[in-house]
């Protein structure tokens, strides 16, 4: 009978452990839900903002393509502005009148009018 009740007794103790641990393994599972939850939001703000960077990055990879092509457009409109400049410099004064005219038909308005400018200061 003491043997009997000592095997009870243990029989609770080691009861009594396992639901400490059931309760402690709980409460961790509790805490990992949370955590879990927790990393669910943050994953979905990662990648709405991971969506909103794509978009800007190719944005401006396009204004950057834009930039390139503007400046290779302006790098072709100083060649043919300085082209014009260097044929209007060394021609003969009677020929310079002809040829400014000639030369400010082909480029653009705003071309024209820098090669204008830079024969005004020329002069002064």
């Not at 703000?45 to 991971?50: D, G, P």
């Not at 909103?52 to 834009?66: F, G, S």
């Not at 503007?70 to 014009?84: K, M, N, R, T």
């Amino acid at each position: 009978m003491a043997e009997r009740g000592r095997r009870l007794l243990l029989l609770e103790q080691r009861n009594q452990n396992l639901m400490e641990k059931i309760r402690s393994l709980q409460k961790a599972n509790a805490n990992l839900r949370q955590m879990n939850s927790r990393l669910r939001e943050e994953n979905e703000v990662f990648k709405s903002t991971e969506e909103i960077l794509l978009r800007d990055n190719d944005k401006i990879k396009k204004k950057v393509q834009q930039l390139k092509e503007l400046q290779e457009s302006l790098q072709d409109d100083i060649y043919v502005l300085e082209e014009q400049l260097c044929t209007f410099l060394y021609l003969p004064r009677g020929e310079q009148k002809t040829r400014k005219h000639r030369a400010t038909e082909s480029v653009t308005r705003d071309q024209g009018f820098l090669l204008e400018t830079v024969q005004t200061s020329r002069l002064h």
